[in-house]
């Protein structure tokens, strides 16, 4: 590992610090505002808004009134033409975005080119905004006569109404594209909160709404706020229809209960600890490096594929080639794209990593490199590449979610049989890799139990693709065909012949 020097704070672009309520670009009502930390450096970036109860009450009035006075959720024509407006505008405040993606979320500058800023910005509005015109929103059934009169029936999608979008702060822009992508094409109007931590990112989305698009007022709401009690009405108030969340399994749970009361229907993308799995006969040269992928955005991502499985006759030698990946990373400053690994978002998130590194130590872990806070940088929240070998499934951090640069390697034994007992032994079921002879390789990643597999270097990602999970991964999917669905209500409407 290589640890480069931070370079002195520049902020190279225009943040938005106002929220977006019903149309309007506003500060928050009670004047409360929280620091924007830049997590390389531990310096305040900024101010941003943080929203208290009557901004919050505000939002969901708005969404709630445009949803049922407006012909938002019925003018298809309309969304689409408005969201081919949004999808333009962000294009021309591409590089503004890029750096705030590294200033606040710490994201690596190489990441911002991938899934961090270009992937999504590329198709998450465009794709959905298009298939308003392929969608079958009537379907019609055949006639028929139950009590001897014949009448005809037809099928017909309805946007679900209010839906509040509560997203994180380890890829801001790519998870906020794709709920607002989705909640707007399919007519419904939000609320969305995004994480404090990450807040101009998700701001400047407003600016851009209020100013470029003509989405009528109301229809999107943005309302960062520190305080759970002020987010709480989201998950409450019957006004809202829907939550769609993406975050911890144990904030999961919480919406579950909370919004049970209600009915609203939840669609949660929660945590992940998907297996980076080789067959016995993948070339280890050539696949064993992969396994760096685990430290994008320093591990701060929930598909990222943590559990290292080898068979066990190449278990030595499957844990000297990931050592020896891990230690030439470079890390330091997000801003020099010759830096692969930058911060993690926070002190509290940093302590909680080392935490599961010291306790994976006391259960009989091996640390192969890393382990702790990189040398030559005194500042950050900084986390050198780690590797945990001799990890076994009884050990916590073989089952628990990190969330940082970390990787544990663990041997089976059993052939095919056993890597698939090996990598379903989860409570998630989120993501997946397998490497080996194409043939074997597809039939056992058509055995993990998990919303989606990457086969020998293949990536599902896209706006087209449904991504979610099994078992403690979530509810539902968003993205794609399967994400547009779960966000409308489906009628049947019987009527007489003409």
Not at 49 to 77: C, K, L, Y
Not at 97 to 116: D, F, S
Not at 196 to 214: C, F, M, Q, S
Not at 302 to 325: G, W
Request: net charge negative; proline share 6%; aromatic share 6%.
């Amino acid at each position: 590992m290589t640890a480069s020097p931070i370079a002195a704070a520049t902020v190279n672009f225009n943040p938005e610090t106002r929220l977006l309520i019903d149309g309007q670009l506003c500060d928050a009502t009670a004047g409360r505002t929280a620091e924007n930390i830049n997590p390389a450096t531990e310096e305040v970036l900024g101010r941003t808004p943080d929203a208290g109860s009557v901004d919050m009450e505000q939002a969901i009035a708005a969404a709630r009134r445009a949803f049922d006075t407006t012909d938002w959720s019925t003018n298809h024509e309309f969304r689409q033409r408005c969201l081919m407006q949004l999808h333009d505008a962000l294009q021309e405040d591409k590089e503004d975005m890029r750096a705030e993606l590294v200033a606040e979320a710490g994201a690596p500058l190489g990441m911002t080119y991938i899934a961090q800023l270009e992937w999504p910005l590329a198709d998450a509005i465009r794709w959905p905004a298009q298939y308003i015109s392929d969608f079958a929103w009537e379907r019609q059934l055949d006639e028929a006569a139950l009590m001897g009169v014949p009448y005809n029936r037809v099928v017909v999608k309805e946007a679900m109404g209010v839906v509040a979008a509560i997203t994180p702060w380890n890829f801001p822009f790519e998870i906020i594209s794709n709920k607002i992508g989705q909640i707007l094409a399919t007519g419904n109007t939000m609320v969305l909160k995004p994480a404090i931590e990450t807040p101009w990112n998700a701001l400047r989305w407003g600016r851009i709404i209020a100013e470029k698009t003509d989405i009528p007022a109301g229809v999107v709401n943005i309302v960062p706020t520190s305080d759970n009690d002020v987010a709480r009405p989201l998950l409450t108030d019957p006004r809202v229809d829907m939550v769609s969340f993406t975050g911890s399994t144990a904030v999961g749970e919480l919406i579950a209960r909370l919004s049970a009361a209600t009915m609203k229907r939840n669609l949660m993308e929660l945590g992940g600890k998907s297996a980076y799995l080789l067959l016995d006969d993948a070339d280890l040269a050539s696949t064993v490096p992969g396994c760096i992928g685990a430290l994008m955005h320093s591990g701060q991502g929930c598909a990222l594929t943590t559990r290292m499985l080898v068979p066990r006759k190449h278990y030595e030698a499957a844990v000297e080639m990931a050592t020896a990946t891990f230690a030439s990373v470079t890390v330091g400053d997000p801003s020099d794209p010759a830096n692969f690994c930058g911060p993690l978002v926070s002190a509290k998130q940093r302590d909680r990593v080392l935490g599961y590194i010291q306790v994976a130590q006391d259960q009989g872990a091996r640390v192969t490199v890393g382990g702790g806070k990189p040398q030559g940088l005194d500042r950050g929240y900084f986390i050198a590449p780690t590797i945990l070998a001799d990890v076994s499934p009884e050990h916590r951090v073989f089952q628990e979610e990190i969330f940082g640069p970390v990787i544990t390697i663990t041997p089976y034994d059993g052939g095919d049989d056993g890597a698939v007992e090996m990598a379903n032994n989860s409570m998630y079921g989120l993501a997946g890799t397998v490497l080996g002879s194409n043939e074997r390789a597809m039939a056992v990643a058509r055995r993990i139990r998990s919303g989606s597999v990457n086969v020998n270097g293949a990536i599902f990602y896209g706006a087209d693709a449904p991504f979610g999970g099994y078992k403690m991964s979530g509810v539902g999917r968003q993205n794609g065909v399967e994400g547009f669905e779960q966000h409308l209500q489906t009628k049947v409407i019987a009527y007489p012949p003409a």
